[in-house]
């Protein structure tokens, strides 16, 4: 499983950068098809390996909101830092504009690279699976 087709390994997950656009609820989707989910970022390496894979296209990862307070949470159940996780955003944002960014991509090829957006944009997107090795 150390070999898995599309998909490149990186600190213990494989992640698989789509070449299709989709919205940020059906690339979700996708990501469950393939026993995965839109990619969390829980560190500065982890974020400087996508950055760097994402050759400034930008994607969908999976960060979204909930709630009447509206808090960032990701969706791969990955609890959501939010101090730690301010260096991640460009700054200024998130801003929410037009009071419609709900969904959060990585824009830039930069460590400040996050902007929200409206999550029916279609854009490329980052699933995150972990690898899990099988018994011999
Ligand atoms: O200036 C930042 C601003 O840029 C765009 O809006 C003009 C972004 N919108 C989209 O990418 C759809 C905003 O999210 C961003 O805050
Ligand atoms: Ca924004």
Known sequence: QMISRGWKYFRGNFYYFSLIKKTWYS????CLSRDSHLTSVTSESEQEFLYKMTGGLTYWIGLT????EGEWYWVDDTPFDKVQSTRFWIPGEPNNAENNEHCANIKKSSLQSWNDVSCDNALLF???RPYVPSEP
Request: hydrophobic residues 35%; positive net charge; charged residues 20%.
């Open 27 to 30: 690339a979700q989707q996708f």
């Open 65 to 68: 909101k909930a709630g009447s």
């Open 126 to 128: 980052i699933c995150k």
